[in-house]
């Protein structure tokens, strides 16, 4: 059995932990096989995750060739700073050019 180390933090933290989490539904025109829909969303998730700093997922369609779900996370102090971060990732999304946005949901867990 491992031997676990008491942690010497106080009981109650100065903030309290957010998590920002980014639903997207998107449709990937023109695509004519899973290897060419996989090329465009490896790109887009990893310009998304290289630049805004959050965890990125396909989440959904993974076996439709013109359409995906993403799922995007989040972790911060600042309830606006979650909703403005993930709103940029969508407009980074529409601006792309490589897909066109179907649906969004965003939603902040305490």
Same mark, same amino acid.
């Given at each position: ?19 920002? $989490? #980014?639903?997207?539904? $998107?449709? #990937? ?9 996989? /090329?465009?969303?490896? %790109? ?9 700093? $959050?965890?990125?997922?396909?989440? %959904? ?5 013109? #359409?995906?779900?993403? %799922?995007?996370?989040?972790? %911060? ?19 792309? /050019?490589? $897909? ?8 902040? #867990?305490?």
């Amino acid at each position: 059995m491992p031997n676990y180390i008491q942690s010497q933090m106080p009981d109650v933290l100065p903030s309290v932990m957010q998590i920002g $989490v #980014l639903q997207v539904q $998107v449709l #990937l025109p023109g695509v004519r096989s899973l290897k060419e829909k996989r /090329g465009i969303i490896k %790109g887009i998730l990893q310009r998304i995750q290289n630049r805004f700093q $959050v965890a990125t997922a396909e989440v %959904g369609h993974q076996d439709v060739w013109d #359409l995906a779900g993403f %799922g995007f996370a989040a972790v %911060g102090t600042d309830v606006a700073f979650l909703q403005s971060r993930l709103q940029k990732v969508v407009n980074f999304i529409e601006s792309s /050019g490589l $897909v066109e946005v179907l649906d969004f949901h965003v939603d902040i #867990l305490s």
